[in-house]
């Protein structure tokens, strides 16, 4: 088993194929923080690992220890208030007034498998030998509380997922006013900090800062776990880049507000802790209850960014994506969208899906406009019946007509919002997110229905039911296109106001779960206004995002390069759009923005009705490559080359698990005079065989195309013109270096 206790010296190892995680029971029973790395061998005792000394102006916690001051110790899920004066990892108010507590060692069991979280999005196994679970039990007795602290260390998947479970045994409510998931104290701050931000049509850029005393913090506080910062952090070694180096990543399993942050003391300890947003949040633990955290996911790499992307790749796309749609190939789809907006009837739908079939599409999608009366953004949303004034043969008609042509047929709602133009407003205004006695701001035209109502929840999940139900729609598109503003909730008493935010999630979550549970073959993708929410809470309801509504190839590299740092491919939606692009103006070939597309799940908005032959064409090829290369895309280990953070050229590249061919591909933004030489150089080929390029001639080994790299002034010269230009690049294995 990859975790084991020594009893003598009370200290948990846990291990995966290349990290270790070390924690003991400290000598005032709380629970301290040993080591977090590289694996290191398995011993009867760690207890030289712990080592403390009288520092000057500290408080000791133990009366006869002076050297004993959990302001210098590293701890596993610190409190406030006993001689650690840094932020803590939760905080509990009791009735009297007080917020000192002292939770320490009762028991602990280990068992193979992993359990899921009640209420909750988390990673899991299919065979329990897969992962093994420790959950540690700390008391405190004068509050009569549990914390049931949760870890599951999948050894071959290399990661570790931690959380917390906080269980009120005792007479009296208690108030939370703070409960993150995971805190990790190391032994030094000579890190620097990877994190993933941006707006919106610009998300998940990266951004990378060295380490300094104080606190340096990422969050949400928007309902979501937004476009402006991702819940994801990482520590990397200053010396670190994308292939080696130390590297440290912590993704936050969960949807809402959330806090990740790093506090560099005084002696230049940095302390990492993530979860849920303490500010506005307190929830009331009533006796008898419980309250569970959202999980975390901490990957270890000596192997660079790379590595540890690889590796929350992996485990995201074959243990936190589920269903029927895990492992199944997604279909190539057409949106119409961009093509028509608002403005759309029947015939004209039908008349690009006849285009779209002949193209080799296998999917058209319904946006926006099908329902009440919806001609803009400014009414009906929550008025989910078909606009008949368009769709005379209602949803179920056209999509049956679709569906006869060869084609699966999807739609786009937005079922967390309503408008105050709508019938739904009007019979239940109450049902939205507010404050009495407040103004509501504006947004969008449209308001945040109150998900803490379960009422509203089951209302949803049967309008829902109703529409999937009534016509052969195989995927439905769910977006959220607004923040939370004056969160307030009509249904929960004043007490609870500061809940709602978190309640909110766990309802989406529980409508998620009540519609894939009936409608197993369905396809979710979520959606946030593009990718504000674009996170692996979501993941784990619905299989693939869009990662943004900035569709212009150009900005997609840094979009879809910054996602793929915590996200797998085959998460990604990423579409062939029209030009000039309706979000920058830029205006990139058609090769272009099919070369950036590849890399995702393949689809187009356009309007290809008006578009002429030679474009037809070249769509039609582009659907044919793609499905070639779909699988492995999709199912590859995935390498980023070359950054546009960094550079004018962008490179990438997908090697299959067993290495016999990739796809690489090569974006130069902007043309430059006379420039040197350009080459890619590969990583991931098996350094013994020989690949071959498609279309070409030339055999190249595995390891000189790692070392030397493909000469692209050679072989893609022609490809290289001009600004926005691109090559995708097939390589397939020919031979072994030793074969005849």
Known sequence: MPTYFNNATREFHLQTKEASYILHVLPNEQLGHLYYGKRITHRSSFEHLFYVRQQPNTANVLEDVPAFSLDIVKQEYPSYGTT??????????????????NFIYKNHRIYSGKEPLAGLPATYVEREEEATTLEITLVDDVLNMELLLQYSVFEEGNAITRSVLYKNNGQKPVTLNRALSASV??????????????????????????????????????????????????????????????????????????VAQVEVDHYEVARLMIGIQPFDFQWQLEPGETFQTPEVVMVYSDKGLNGMSQTFHQLYRNRLVRGSWRDRERPVLINNWEATYFDFNEDKLLGMAKQAKQLGVELFVLDDGWFGNRNDDSSSLGDW???????????????QKVTELGLDFGLWMEPEMVSKQSELYESHPEWVIHVKDRSLSQGRNQYVLDFSNQEVVDYLYETIVGILEDAPISYVKWDMNRYMTEIGSASLPAFRQSEV???????????????????????????????????????????????????????????????????????????????????????????????????GIFGYELDIIQMKDAELQQLKEQIGQYKKWRSLIHNGVFYRLKSPFEDNQVGWMVVSPDRNEAVLAYYQILAKPNEGFKRLVCKGLDPDFKYMLDGGSDLFYGDELMNVGLCLDKYASDKLQGDFSSVVFHLKKEMRMNDK
């Open 84 to 101: 650690d004066f840094r932020e803590p990892a939760f905080q509990i108010q009791q009735e009297s007034g007080s917020r000192i507590t």
């Open 185 to 258: 104290d190391f032994f030094d701050s000579n890190y620097e900090m990877v994190e993933l931000n941006g707006s919106w049509a610009r998300e998940r850029h990266i951004q990378v800062h060295k380490l300094i005393r104080g606190i340096q913090r990422i969050g949400s506080t928007r309902g979501a776990s937004s476009a402006q910062h991702n819940p994801f952090i990482a520590l990397k070694r200053t010396n670190a880049d994308e292939n080696q180096g130390e590297v440290f990543g912590f993704s936050l399993v969960y949807s809402g507000n959330f």
């Open 385 to 399: 019946f078909v606009n008949k004034e368009k769709l005379p043969s209602g949803l179920k008609g056209l999509a």
């Open 501 to 599: 935010a978190h309640r909110y999630i766990l309802g989406v979550y529980q409508l998620y779960d009540r519609l894939i549970s009936n409608f197993p073959e369905v396809l979710f993708e979520s959606c946030a206004g593009g990718g504000c929410r674009f996170d692996p809470g979501m993941l784990y309801y619905a299989p693939q995002a869009w990662t943004s509504d900035d569709t212009d190839a150009v900005e997609r590299l840094k979009i879809q390069y910054g996602t793929s740092m915590v996200y797998p491919l085959n998460s990604m939606g990423a579409h062939v759009s029209a030009v000039p692009n309706h979000q920058v103006q830029r205006i990139t070939s058609l090769e272009m923005r099919a070369n950036v597309a590849y890399f």
